[in-house]
């Protein structure tokens, strides 16, 4: 028999564990990605255990009246193992709906984990919303090139490359966030905003998951240029953060970086990941970023949004 119960923090082992198994989970649902911003929500997340054993995970929120899953993840909607079968995923919809209504929450915000960050099917929670009446209400568009299908650069893209290969530019690991985190934050500020991370947080993370984050840089008389943070999801690696300098906008150090990420050192992953170019909740599309990262060979995936009234 399935039952749902309220996360506690002696669940923490038992949580990673089915992240680790699950077929749609990743480094942002572990604990310890999660809990490094614990202070700025209200954890709600529940566990879903068969025969006291957990089958499933649903990382979330709470605000009011409000459950978001999660509110300081880019996506997490139910995480679930082999298990968790669609009849079963049904009863555990019915289940998350009647904990939160005892709790007086009227809507849940889920954000579904798109498919390329799946390690195997995992679309049940998609049906079961649909059953519960769930309406789409958000969609963000994201940008992913398949490595192991025909992809193409550019031909100027290409040349960018070519031209930044014979800068002098050299491509390494990054050891220390510090001077990556600083360029950022001035890249962002032309922008008028931050990084999601501050550099302390970006340390700890990097601390607590060195081969799952990994800083990649290029350097021209050890100078940084250019800097790419990749989050290793092990099938899908995703880009979240990009940056140049002036300088390295010039010599094209980006472009010879992501090159470098996408046809050799990543080149036998399934999927890269680029992240979102939507803005306003999806209501606008960011042509000149999203551009860019077509010249690549990435096409849109979506980022979903749903809203289940309780």
């Known amino acids: 028999m399935l039952t749902v119960r309220p996360y506690v923090s002696a ?5 990673d564990a089915v992240v680790e198994h699950s077929r749609n989970g990743n480094l942002l649902h572990r604990r310890g990605y999660m809990d490094y911003h614990a202070d700025r929500f209200v954890d709600c997340s529940l566990m879903v255990e068969r025969d006291n054993e957990a089958v499933a995970v649903f990382p979330a929120n709470i605000k009011d009246s409000l459950v978001m899953s999660h ?20 009863a555990v ?23 390329v960050f799946h390690a195997h099917p995992a ?8 059953r519960l009446g769930a309406r789409l209400t958000r969609r963000d568009m994201s940008s992913v090139i398949a490595l192991q299908e025909p992809f193409h650069f550019t031909d100027g893209r290409r040349r960018a490359v070519n031209k930044a290969s014979k800068a002098g530019i050299a491509l390494q690991a990054g050891t220390n966030p510090a001077d990556f985190h600083a360029l950022l934050s001035q890249v962002l500020q032309k922008h008028g905003v931050v990084p999601v991370h501050s550099l302390p947080e970006l340390r700890l993370l990097q601390t607590r998951f060195p081969q799952h984050i990994v800083l990649h840089e290029a350097r021209r008389d ?40 996408i046809t050799n050192t990543y080149a036998n992953r399934l999927y890269f990941s680029f992240g979102i170019s939507t803005e306003r909740e999806g209501q606008a599309l960011n042509a000149g970023l999203i551009t860019q990262k077509e010249y690549f060979g990435a096409r849109a995936i979506v980022h979903d949004f749903y809203e289940w009234t309780l």
């Open 11 to 15: 669940d923490a082992g038992a949580w």
């Open 71 to 90: 509110g300081g993840l880019t996506y997490a909607g139910l995480v679930s193992t082999h298990a968790l079968r669609a009849e079963s995923t049904l």
């Open 93 to 115: 919809f019915e289940s998350l709906g009647n904990h939160y209504r005892s709790l007086g929450v009227e809507r849940v915000i889920y954000k579904a984990v798109p498919h």
């Open 123 to 130: 679309e049940e929670d998609l049906y079961a919303l649909h």
């Open 222 to 261: 050890d100078i940084l240029l250019a800097g790419v943070l990749v989050y290793d999801f092990g099938t899908t690696v995703h880009t979240q953060y990009l940056a140049a300098s002036d300088e390295g906008q010039h010599l094209g150090a980006l472009s010879l970086l992501l090159a470098e990420l």
